[in-house]
């Protein structure tokens, strides 16, 4: 502990108490990396990061790569250093990239051989090395006699871009403090142990694979498999392998993984629950997993907060289906309505969330900063309602509400339902324009079989209000999804007009 702050030098002390305990496991090649040996791999490319490329305290490194075992030392490198990680996504244009360096002011950027051709004719000015070579030769790097930790306990450790619905891409940025909180948060909200093994497939330049298992995880001792992407199959085949404890995905993913023909096969009897993010869970998807005797613990985060915010306990899975539960240590709630008072029992309003795992700011965005934090509280932009136990629910977005014939209707409600239907097998909802009733739903369906919309409207009569029920139904053989598989309404927005 340094002036009084929390040392966040995890891989120092496991590398102490259990130097031969597997921290991380290669999925394609299954190689085993120890606590001893990634503690000393991010010693020695800390000082290759500083020696030959200058990297100082607050300095910007980006990297453009999928998800590699070496990644994690790497991060632990640039967090020894005091610098910045700023991991990107690899799916985006050199346009888009630019944008992303330029923000940041990136000083060097690590670069698979595969992405080159995303910052090869870029003019900016930033010192670049291939991902491979950078990590060659580590061995023969001497440490230091007496490693330094230079990053402190409030400095900026990571920018993440958020793709955000309008706009340029925002860059959030997450402090060391931020990380501790949320894997002190999740290790205890979790029951996570130094016996429990975890899956990572979500990309690296997402929150969601450093910091919903990865981090916590690893600040627990315990094991982690590092996939370059996501593979339903091979997941069920490692999972049995290496007796995986906990599972994360996003509904897409789960729905992809039982619809494998291992799905029923496979012997996930380790596997304690299914943590899900993202979006609601579809309740027959969550039935499907619970036959398989894996509890669902339906969860709620994002990117600036977080991630882990909110966690439904595995044995309220059935009885509380849909809720994203209680809201995880050291984080303070409020639900407020438009005229920004307190809400009530099932009076849905906007999250308001505070705590020390709120980002510091946006990046160079000090007006969306500004909008976003108000005296203290993040303002999430999300719907929720909580019931008379407390257990919260997520409704919507804010800017996805629309007003029928006066009455306020949210997408994510109708979805639930509409996803009941046997014969659909995505479904998203939006609000359109409509000359009576000022907006109606539109609902864009992916369906198992032919299905038409009289059928469906049929199905909603009993179980949604009239005004609920959209008007006008869009067949797609695909609804498009982001890096998370996460449907993006944003596109469906452009079908919509």
């Known amino acids: 502990m340094r002036n009084g702050m929390i040392q966040t030098d995890w891989l120092r002390n496991w590398a102490i108490y259990t130097p031969n305990k597997i921290a991380l496991i290669e999925a394609e090649t299954e190689k085993q990396v120890s606590y001893e040996d990634l503690f000393k791999q991010s010693c020695a490319l800390a000082l290759k990061l500083q020696n030959e490329f200058n ?268 809720s994203i539960g209680f809201p995880n240590f050291y984080i303070e709630t409020r639900v407020i309505n438009q005229q920004g008072e307190i809400c009530g029992p099932d009076e849905v309003g906007e999250l308001l969330l505070k705590g020390p795992v709120c980002m510091k700011e946006y990046w160079n965005n000090p007006q969306a900063t500004k909008e976003t934090i108000k005296a203290g509280w993040l303002h999430t932009g999300d719907l929720v309602k909580f019931d008379s136990e407390k257990y919260f629910y997520v409704v919507g977005r804010k800017k996805e509400m629309f007003i029928s014939g006066g009455e306020n209707v949210y997408p994510v409600e109708v979805e639930q339902v509409l996803s009941e239907h046997p014969d659909i097998s995505e479904v998203a909802v939006l609000g359109t324009k409509d000359s009576k009733w000022g907006e109606v739903g539109k609902a864009f369906i992916k369906a198992k079989s032919p299905i038409q919309p009289k059928e469906i409207e049929e199905f909603c009569k009993d179980r949604l209000a009239k005004f609920k029920i959209p008007k006008h139904f869009v067949f797609l053989d695909d609804l498009p999804k982001g890096h998370t598989g996460k449907i993006l309404k944003r596109q469906l927005s452009e079908i919509n007009q």
């Open 55 to 322: 990297i100082e305290k607050g300095d910007r490194v980006a990297v453009i790569s999928q998800n590699d075992v070496r990644y994690v030392p790497l991060f632990f490198a640039v967090q020894r250093l005091g610098a910045i990680l700023v991991p990107l996504n690899y799916r985006l244009s050199p346009r888009e990239i630019e944008f992303m360096l330029e923000d940041s002011g990136a000083k060097l950027v690590i670069c698979s051989e595969d992405y080159q051709p995303l910052i090869k004719d870029s003019e900016l000015e930033f010192s670049s090395v291939d991902f491979s070579s950078i990590h060659e030769n580590l061995a023969e790097i001497e440490p230091e006699k007496e490693e330094t930790f230079k990053g402190e306990f409030t400095d900026p450790l990571m920018i993440l871009y958020t793709s955000g619905t309008t706009g340029r891409p925002k860059g959030a940025v997450l402090t060391h403090e931020m990380i501790f909180w949320n894997s002190v948060n999740t290790g205890l909200r979790l029951n996570l142990t130094t016996n429990d093994t975890q899956l990572c497939f979500l990309p690296f330049f997402h929150t969601g694979g450093w910091n919903v298992l990865l981090m916590p995880t690893l600040h627990r001792g315990g094991q982690n498999i590092i996939m370059k992407k996501f593979d339903a199959e091979r997941i069920l085949i490692l999972s049995e392998k290496y007796k995986t404890t906990v599972l994360f995905g996003v509904p897409t993913t789960l729905e992809m993984m039982s619809q494998s023909e291992k799905f029923e096969a496979s012997n996930l009897s380790t596997v304690r629950y299914a943590i899900v993010g993202g979006e609601p869970m579809p309740i027959e998807l969550i039935k499907t997993w619970q036959k398989k005797g894996i509890a669902i613990r339906q969860g709620y985060g994002l990117t600036e907060f977080g991630p882990n915010v909110f966690s439904l306990n595995e044995e309220d899975s059935l009885r509380k289906i849909g």
